[in-house]
């Protein structure tokens, strides 16, 4: 087979440009342990309200925070909102959302910031996160789930960690 | 020379898919004007999204699977000289392609299909529709058995010689559709089916989204291969030179079909489903299967300079501006090329493991596909059909100079439209809904891109409308002329190539290795596991 010399390095140009960017990722996930939400745990989405996790009233911020000293948050995700409607959290703490679906397909990001997962029906999201910054965010449904998919919000306020207090119990925030 | 039956063959099947891409854009054009809000009485998220169901129904199953089948048909016939094999069984193909289409439309403009591009269980859609998609596909396969009996009977009575390019590249597609379109094609069978027909009650929402993935991904070098052909076969002659080379040509073709089969997994970054460890694997699939377009941009470009400095090009720049830029292949060449190279750069993000979460089902994913489908693929279909109508017709192209206002309206379209929702994804916009009224200040900042939208939406419908009117006056009123020999498709230079750049055998095999490889366990695993499915759900 013939391969031009021009082409043979150009050839190298791009293995190695696609060898960077792949160095890039392996760096950030293996020694960073940066990795997509990826929580293979299953549910039974037509009973969460029976469920030890997902019942009314074990939603929202939980009371405890987990052994690792983050503040977890349990959603439920449903035609058209996240359950809690409004939770609040402290700012520069690890956060870590756990989420199931009651009905259909469903997404959720927060804008201009790395939270992000499908809410996989028959599925637990598992996603860990840290805000920066105090403020306001809305959570959105970015999966099509349904005629009223546009109206599927929440919403998330970020406090600075002085003024945030743990709840005494699930679900009832803020 | 195609004979009469071929043209007619190519004919039908092109016009259906240009018929399908014209009312597309008219369904584009609404869903930008509704999604501004600006016209109040248009506003219905029901229309909305059995309108953007049917845009993406029509865009990415009927036009691309009908121009590929008709493209295929006239280029087995003019390379390899031969008319088509088995022609009752090329029009059954169409004929059941066509029917699929018919009934998947019904149900979709009812508004009884909403369940977009992608399917989406546990909505449900009418069964109707699920048989419509699955006939389409079925057709298709015709073709492909097609395409790959006239590859080896050629190959038998041409013994040491090497299959001429455009014929390899479309065996090369077809053997790529039917891995490809397996996924798909269990999902509907097993899974999505039996469940719409209420012979079972739920179904596997893990289990159908990872068969949709297999699909979701080669699906796009289907459709990108006929756009490559053209850059590989048409454009260097077109532009005055010859390709840089054949060989490499034909690794890169080879080279997506094994690699670009087992990586779609990178669409499900976001789900709970699958485990990192997949994940990461099919990332390094995916920037794997940038190299052949990396080979391809090289070689294309190589040829251009090629032609730009015969034509009296000076310096390291000089001959873009020599290169014959009133050609309508060339133009389209370039401007194909510069929305590769914007849409290659939006899907190194997307592509990038943990990066994506930043734009996953954001408007920045639409605006990146828009670039390399509807700009980069697209763009080059339309070429085609500017080159191939005259010969199959046997008419001169209507007009050459309306040719060139075609294109250039359709790639500034295109950029008016795809630069705002960059724009938009990065400021957290979901794609997929059909208004921007969230009751939050962060949204109000969304306001003008969407404006902004609507009049590349307008240049876009435009520049459909004039396509479809150049074929047709070209077909119906055009002046009859001779059709000149095209060497790139009627009598290509073919190199000497060794064996296993001539043979699909070896790579089957491989391929079938890095399918068990990477959805082996990933599929099994949902017979294993504990998994609880839902029922169906209306909108
Ligand atoms: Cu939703």
């Known amino acids: ?80 909102g996240f359950y809690p409607r409004e939770f609040e959290i402290p700012a520069q703490k690890t956060i870590r959302f756990r989420l199931a679906s009651m009905d259909v397909l469903h997404g959720v990001h927060i804008p201009m910031t790395n939270m ?59 | 020379m195609i004979d009469a039956a071929t043209k007619k063959l190519s004919l039908f099947n092109a016009w259906v898919a240009f018929g ?46 009908f121009f590929i089948m008709g493209f295929g048909y006239y280029t087995a016939s003019a390379s390899l000289k031969e008319p088509i094999w088995n022609m009752p069984l090329a029009w059954a193909g169409f004929g059941i392609s066509l029917g699929g289409t018919v009934l998947a439309a019904i ?6 299909a909403s369940v977009l591009y992608t399917f989406y269980p546990p909505v449900q859609a009418n069964a109707l529709f699920y048989i419509g998609a699955t006939l389409l596909v079925v057709g298709s396969w015709f073709w492909c058995a097609i395409m790959i009996v006239m590859t080896v009977r050629w190959k038998k009575a041409h013994p040491g010689e090497s299959v001429p390019l455009p014929m390899f590249a479309t065996a090369t597609n077809a053997i790529l559709w039917l891995w490809t379109s397996a996924g798909v094609a269990l999902e509907a069978v097993f899974l999505l089916l039996p469940w719409s027909l209420g012979l079972v009650e739920t179904i596997d929402v893990g289990l159908a989204r990872t068969l949709f993935a297999w699909t979701l991904h ?77 080979l391809t941009g090289f070689t294309v470009i190589a040829s251009l300079e090629m032609a730009g400095r015969k034509a009296g090009g000076k310096g390291l720049f000089g001959w873009i501006g020599a290169l014959p830029w009133k050609n309508p292949m060339v133009l389209a060449a370039i401007l194909s090329l510069l ?44 070429a085609l059909g500017y080159a191939i109508w005259p010969k199959l017709c046997g008419k001169a192209l209507f007009s050459k100079e309306l040719a060139l ?90 190199a000497a190539v060794p064996p296993w750049l001539n043979s699909f055998t070896v790579w089957n095999y491989l391929i079938l290795a890095l399918m068990v490889l990477s959805y082996g366990i990933p599929i099994a695993q949902f017979f294993f596991m504990k998994t609880y499915d839902p029922t169906a759900w209306g909108y």
Not at chain 2, 349 to 354: F, K
Request: hydrophobic share 50%; glycine share 8%; charged share 10%.
């Open chain 1, 1 to 80: 087979m013939h391969i031009d010399i021009l082409e043979r390095k150009w050839l190298y140009v791009a293995l190695g440009m696609v060898a960077l960017f792949v160095a890039a990722i392996f760096f950030t996930a293996v020694v960073r342990g940066i990795h997509p939400p990826s929580h293979v745990e299953t549910i039974d989405s037509a009973s969460l309200h029976l469920s030890e996790e997902f019942a009314e009233d074990k939603l929202g911020v939980q009371p405890e925070l987990l052994a690792d000293g983050s503040v977890q948050v349990r959603l439920v995700a449903g035609r058209y």
């Open chain 1, 116 to 174: 992000s997962t499908m809410v996989v029906p028959g599925f637990v999201s598992e996603i860990t996160t840290v805000f920066p910054k105090p403020g306001e965010y809305p959570l959105l449904c970015n999966e099509y789930c349904g005629l009223g998919h546009d109206h599927m919000w929440s919403k998330m306020t970020v406090v600075a960690q002085e003024n945030w207090h743990a709840p005494t119990t699930g679900g009832k925030q803020p």
């Open chain 2, 20 to 65: 399908a891409f014209a009312l597309a854009c008219v369904f584009g054009m609404y869903q930008v004007l509704e999604r501004s809000g600006l016209v109040s009485f248009i506003q219905s998220p029901a229309v909305y999204f059995a309108s953007v169901s049917t845009h993406g129904v029509l865009m990415g199953f009927v036009l691309t699977t």
């Open chain 2, 107 to 112: 149900p979709l403009l009812l508004g009884k």
């Open chain 2, 218 to 294: 080669p699906i796009v070098y289907f459709w990108l291969i006929p756009a490559y052909t053209a850059l590989y076969c048409y454009v260097p002659q077109a532009a005055g030179s010859k390709l840089f080379s054949d060989e490499l040509a034909r690794l890169a073709f080879l080279l997506i079909l094994v690699f670009g089969l087992p990586i779609g997994f990178h669409h499900l970054y976001m789900d709970p489903e699958q485990a990192a460890g997949w994940k990461f694997l099919h990332m390094v699939g995916t920037f794997a299967v940038a190299v052949p377009t990396l």
């Open chain 2, 339 to 382: 929305m590769l190279l914007l849409g290659g750069f939006g899907g190194i993000v997307n592509a990038s493991y943990a990066m994506n979460a930043m734009v996953h089902n954001t408007a920045w994913v639409p605006g990146h596909f828009h670039l390399i489908f509807a700009g980069t693929t697209i763009i080059m279909y339309l």
């Open chain 2, 405 to 494: 206002v075609q294109l250039w309206s359709w790639f500034i379209g295109m950029v008016i439209m795809t630069t705002p929702w960059h724009v938009l994804g990065l400021l957290g916009q979901p794609r997929r809904i059909s208004s921007v009224h969230y009751n939050s200040v962060l949204t109000l900042a969304w306001d003008p891109y969407e404006l902004a939208m609507i009049l590349g939406g307008l240049v876009l419908l435009a520049s459909a409308c004039l396509y479809v009117y150049i074929l047709y006056k070209t077909q119906v009123e055009g002046v009859a002329a001779e059709a000149t020999d095209d060497r790139a498709v009627d009598a290509p230079d073919t």
